[in-house]
């Protein structure tokens, strides 16, 4: 009995670690209703880098960062924005117009520049030196608006054609990308905001740590019983 308690230990320490790797703002999870703020971060295009505020229901600043996806939606600074989803697509804006019945889905190249950013290891985006990152985080938000529809693909853009000669069709390229989404952002009127990306748990780290709470569960229940 003592060594499976171990080895659960064992798994559920892992299953933590998994999730930290995972999604390293895993420790702010938002969801549906949490109210948020927006900041300015390093970038002179009118977009991200943002910096992510939590507003309701704790307060805490500069949890994560973050990117817009629609050029022709706004905000203030420190405004509060109310999550009313957290999804795939970015919904009833841009000017792309190629949304299916209001749902403007992203596209594989805009969660792989994404999730590397917010991992940390996104190649070309310099981190270190803060006038540089001014340089990195225009030529990002300008790529993920050109991947998204809201301007015209430019391939002199370092991230674009980092994406076409480096990554798409690479071996395993996509792996991770389902922990990038969308959050849908509305204003205190009611009215939308600019939809922002973010990071969730990846879905098999969330499993493993399920599985191995189950199994604590289930030895300190045969442990009551006795």
Known sequence: MVRVKRLLLLSLISSLLLLSAAAPGWTYPLKVGDVISLSNGPGTTNGGEFKVNMVKPTSSTDIFRTFCLEKNEYFSWD???????INDYATAGGISGGELEGKDYLSDETKYLYYHFYKGDLSGYNYSNPVERVYSANALQEAIWM?????????????????????????????GLDSVKVLNLYKPDGSKAQDQLTMVPEPGALLSLGIVLLGLGGVTRRRFKR
């Open 147 to 175: 991947l998204e529809g809201e301007m015209t693909e430019d391939p002199t853009n370092y991230f674009i054609d980092y994406l076409k000669k480096s990554v798409v069709g690479s071996q395993g390229w996509t792996a």
């Open 79 to 85: 405004q509060h924005l109310t999550i009313k989803g």
